[in-house]
């Protein structure tokens, strides 16, 4: 399995933009979460999905966060419009739903708006 | 809501000391997991403890979760550069399908 797959890795933006982060889960994962993370805030978790349909927002910061999971292979974080206190890395993770074998994370978006 | 405190925040040793961090919560762990996050990278698993008292090596990491379950140590044992990283703690919450992350240690080790 190749892991999970993020893209692009590294996305640097003009304020105002909009951002669209991409993620590809484990295949037979059903959860899957997207993080933010800042050396001042560490990991914050922003949304996750169970079987596609989203669980838990209360982590999304804004209404110019929103973040999609059309099938079991694919989900999408948007930003629109960016502003410069949005840069950060941006994880996502999926697991199985008894996260016995825990996250398996990507490699991370590294996301700068100036 | 849970906290989960993991001290220190920082450390910084040469190459062959031994260090301990902790991770203490504010409330008893479901069960505990131990992730080092590399530099460029995502945090990955080193470990998964249940039972109060249990302890776990992996190779020259030793993992133990307290017996009351509301704390975790990991120690390391002649600390490498490739150690270097964040080390955090994550509680498998309850019924929520969901990690809840401790503050991380961050750890850097010198040749």
């Known amino acids: 399995d190749a892991g999970v797959i993020q893209s692009p890795r590294h996305e640097v933006t003009e304020m105002g933009q909009e951002v669209t982060l991409r993620c590809k889960p484990i295949s037979g994962h059903n959860s899957l979460f997207w993080y933010r993370q800042t050396m001042m805030r560490g990991l914050e978790l922003l949304i996750y999905?169970?079987?596609?349909?989203?669980?838990?927002d209360s982590g999304m910061p804004e209404d110019r966060f929103s973040a999609k999971m059309p099938n079991a292979s694919f989900s999408t974080l948007k930003i629109q419009p960016s502003e410069p206190r949005d840069s950060a890395v941006y994880f996502c993770?999926?697991?199985?739903?008894?996260?016995?074998?825990?996250?398996?994370f990507g490699s991370g978006t590294r996301l700068t708006v100036v | 809501t849970q906290l989960l405190e993991q001290s220190p925040q920082f450390l910084s040793i040469q190459e062959g000391e031994n260090l301990t961090v902790y991770c203490n919560s504010s409330?008893?762990?479901?069960?505990l997991q131990w992730y080092r996050q590399e530099p460029g990278e995502g945090p990955v698993l080193l470990v998964t403890v249940v039972t109060g008292g249990e302890v776990k090596k992996l190779k020259r990491l030793t993992f133990q979760f307290g017996d009351a379950r509301k704390d975790s140590s990991l120690h390391i044992t002649a600390a490498q550069p490739g150690d270097t990283g964040l080390y955090l703690c994550a509680d498998v919450g309850g019924t929520a399908s969901k990690l809840t992350f401790g503050t991380g240690t961050r750890l850097q080790v010198t040749l």
């Open positions: 993770a999926s697991s199985s739903v008894t996260l016995r074998g825990g996250y398996t």
């Open positions: 999905f169970n079987n596609n349909v989203p669980i838990d």
């Open positions: 409330s008893v762990f479901s069960s």
